[in-house]
């Protein structure tokens, strides 16, 4: 299994600027997750699906921030428009049972 | 709501020394318990994780990790760290409800000294 598949691995954008993650889950995991890793906060849970629906989207910071996942296979991460402090590494993890499997990330750098 | 606790923000140890990183949980359910680890420039993977059962847990790479309910702790271990245990290190918790999200703690940066 290729595992979790996250891209691109690296964004670098100009504030305002609209930027899109990408996730492709473990095939056959029903819940994915996405996660905002930075120094000052470390990692932090932004919004978590379970067969495609979103369940908590508490962790969103703001309306500037959206996700979906308009199948099993795929979902994506909105920011629009992005901001300096929205630069840090986001991680997208898939599951079928309680363990988590995280996918490389990407180190996004808003300018 | 949960919270999770590491105390060690940084470790610095010389090779073959003894290691024991901490993590307390606020809450007094039931829980699900795991260590991941972040090395350089990686993603995070699963050390170990507890359900239930024998308190003492073995993962990957010589560490283990022992469920303390009296003090709400999963304190991770291992009794020689080489130099390429160096990483990030991660104490999460899943509350046993259902729902599949983690808390993670603050991590703790382990370097290890040649």
């Given at each position: ?97 309680t ?13 | 709501a949960q919270s999770v ?18 993590c307390n949980y606020s809450y007094g359910g039931t829980v699900n318990l795991f ?14 994780k507890y359900f239930s059962?024998?308190p ?9 990790a022992?469920f303390i309910k009296?003090k709400f702790s999963f ?16 104490c999460a918790v899943n509350l046993n409800t259902g729902r599949r999200a983690l808390t993670?703690g ?9």
């Amino acid at each position: 299994d290729a595992g979790v598949i996250q891209s691109p691995r690296h964004e670098v954008t100009e504030m305002g600027q609209e930027v899109t993650l990408r996730c492709k889950p473990i095939s056959g995991h029903n819940s994915l997750f996405w996660y905002r890793q930075t120094m000052m906060r470390g990692l932090e849970l932004l919004i978590y699906f379970n067969n495609n629906v979103p369940i908590d989207d508490s962790g969103m910071p703001e309306d500037r921030f959206s996700a979906k996942m308009p199948n099993a296979s795929f979902s994506t991460l909105k920011i629009q428009p992005s901001e300096p402090r929205d630069s840090a590494v986001y991680f997208c993890a898939s599951s079928l049972t309680t363990e988590q499997y995280f996918g490389p990330g990407t180190r996004l750098t808003v300018t | 709501a949960q919270s999770v606790s590491q105390h060690n923000h940084h470790v610095i140890l010389s090779e073959a020394a003894s290691l024991e990183l901490g993590c307390n949980y606020s809450y007094g359910g039931t829980v699900n318990l795991f260590w991941y680890v972040q090395y350089p420039g990686q993603h995070l993977q699963l050390l170990l994780k507890y359900f239930s059962g024998d308190p003492l847990v073995k993962g990957i790479k010589g560490f283990e990790a022992e469920f303390i309910k009296s003090k709400f702790s999963f304190n991770l271990r291992k009794p020689s760290v080489q130099w390429s245990d160096t990483a990030e290190y991660f104490c999460a918790v899943n509350l046993n409800t259902g729902r599949r999200a983690l808390t993670f703690g603050s991590g703790t940066r382990l370097q290890v000294q040649p």
